[in-house]
């Protein structure tokens, strides 16, 4: 698992840039030095490998050893291998890559790094590979990256933006572990860093509830939430837009334990067949979960829009911020479905082909069980929203990634990351039991801990960051 870097005389790719003069009267854009990309023809690789590594550098050429340095990642059928190309097809290096456990779990492994003679005379080539594999690695769901680098290579790799893990032996030489950045989880979370500076003074939801998914009405039992859609979304697909609607509010409700009572909506549109398509991917929802749209409000003639208003009972509302440190992390999903068309890797919609008892046995298992907390998994994702429910139980989280329920149509990346139609994080005491959900699937996969943020916990032990700060800023509840 050696990673060997050429010799560069600078840090990019030499891609025959052009000047504004070039720019401006429509000059064709020069071809680049070298491309990078997946190649399933690996002779060339293997060959250069030996070169490098055995021949060259005697790493796997010590007494006891088979003069190879193949090892079972190579038999692997999903390992990538990158080789960068010049313009005239010649082979200049390459990098393997591919997941480190059997089930895919988000954790990726590269290694291999050799670049030809050839490579080494051109700029970057090296550098090149390392960008791409951890670029190829992340759009395949990866949330680590590790390499065994080469001692002396770990300046040129931290120069890359990759970080110390520990010191490693790899075939008696020494060698340094180091990770790449992998900033998803973070990103997906950091849309709801403004909301703190934002609402501070509002005091929303009232004591015990600041931050939650839905608001207790003073004075009864009745709990209101209420979220707008992207308008982006109400443009681009305006059925789905009026069905999630619906969907998004009912989750807040069912985060706090509370049976719906109705639905508001405010739409608006172009024209009234575009209003149309909105008010029906509503109607759908609401009949569907067998919830009554009781009023609203509707505009033609202006930009897309739409918000949604649901209204629920509970005379004991379930708090986002009840959690403690020690207390056991259950996510409860629904598997079923897959990604919604036009939104690979971002809204899985598993709610539009289920049964209204189906939809309503989700509904009602957080106030059938009760737990300490709960909160809906919202955009800001799995990791994201655990952060929020921690925060507001002034505390902080730890997601072990291999317990995580998650379908097999989505990567472990994706499915941290994207809006999961109906799922619902819960923190309670050790042996309680989870929720009875009807076609969704639970099961621990955390635990509250003091501090703040959110870890996640690899099956070697590994502490990762996920979410290393709070994310709203609106503090405990």
Not at 50 to 69: A, I, K, N, Y
Not at 202 to 226: R, S
Not at 260 to 275: E, H, K
Request: charge should be negative; hydrophobic fraction near 45%.
């Amino acid at each position: 698992m050696t990673l060997r870097r050429a010799p560069s005389r600078g840090g990019g790719i030499d891609t025959g840039g052009l000047g504004l003069g070039e720019v401006l009267t429509g000059a064709a854009p020069a071809r680049p030095a070298f491309t990078i990309e997946p190649t399933g023809d690996l002779a060339a690789y293997h060959v250069l490998r030996r070169e490098v590594f055995v021949e060259e550098q005697g790493l796997f050429g010590g007494p006891g050893s088979d003069g190879t340095d193949r090892d079972d990642r190579d038999d692997d059928p999903r390992l990538v291998v990158l080789a960068a190309h010049d313009r005239d097809g010649t082979f200049l290096g390459g990098v393997r890559l591919g997941p480190v456990t059997d089930h895919d779990i988000g954790w990726w492994f590269g290694g291999r790094l050799a670049v030809t003679r050839a490579g080494r005379r051109l700029r970057g080539v090296g550098a090149a590979l390392v960008r791409a594999a951890r670029a190829h690695a992340e759009a395949a769901g990866a949330l680590r990256f590790d390499a065994e680098v080469q001692a002396a290579n770990e300046r040129y790799f931290a120069r890359l933006g990759w970080s110390r893990v520990r010191d490693v032996t790899v075939a008696g030489r020494p060698h340094v572990l180091m990770r790449a950045p992998i900033g998803r989880l973070a990103a997906a979370a950091a849309s709801k860093q403004p909301l703190g500076g934002l609402l501070d003074g509002f005091h929303l939801g009232g004591a015990g509830f600041v931050g939650d998914d839905g608001a207790p009405v003073p004075g009864t039992d009745v709990i209101a939430a209420c979220d707008a859609i992207l308008p982006s979304m109400v443009e681009r697909d305006p059925e789905w837009a009026g069905w999630c609607g619906v969907l998004v509010n009912l989750n807040d409700l069912a985060a706090m334990g509370a049976a719906p009572l109705g639905l508001l909506d405010s739409v608006a549109g172009r024209d009234t067949a575009f209003v149309g398509r909105v008010l029906a991917g509503l109607r759908d929802a609401a009949r569907a979960y067998d919830v009554p749209v009781l009023g609203g409000h509707t505009q033609v003639g202006v930009p897309a829009a739409l918000s949604v208003t649901a209204l629920g009972r509970t005379d004991a509302p379930v708090p986002g911020g009840g959690g403690r440190p020690g207390q056991r992390v259950r996510l409860t999903a629904d598997l079923g479905g897959g990604w919604r068309p036009g939104y690979s890797g971002r809204q899985w919609d598993s709610t539009s082909t289920r049964r209204t008892a189906e939809l309503r046995a989700m509904l009602g298992a957080v106030g059938a069980a009760r737990p300490a907390a709960a909160k809906d998994v919202s955009m800001a994702g799995v990791a994201g929203t655990l952060g929020m429910l921690a925060e507001a139980g002034g505390c902080g989280a730890v997601l072990d990634v291999a317990a995580v329920p998650r379908p097999a149509g989505a990567t472990a990346g994706d499915w941290l990351t994207c809006f999961p139609g109906f799922a619902v994080l819960t923190a309670d005491d050790a042996g309680r039991p989870g929720l009875d959900a009807g076609p969704a699937t639970g099961a621990e996969c955390g635990e509250l801990v003091p501090g703040g943020g959110v870890a996640l916990r690899w099956p070697d032990g590994e502490l990762t960051d996920a979410v290393p700060a709070a994310v709203t800023g609106m503090g405990r509840a």
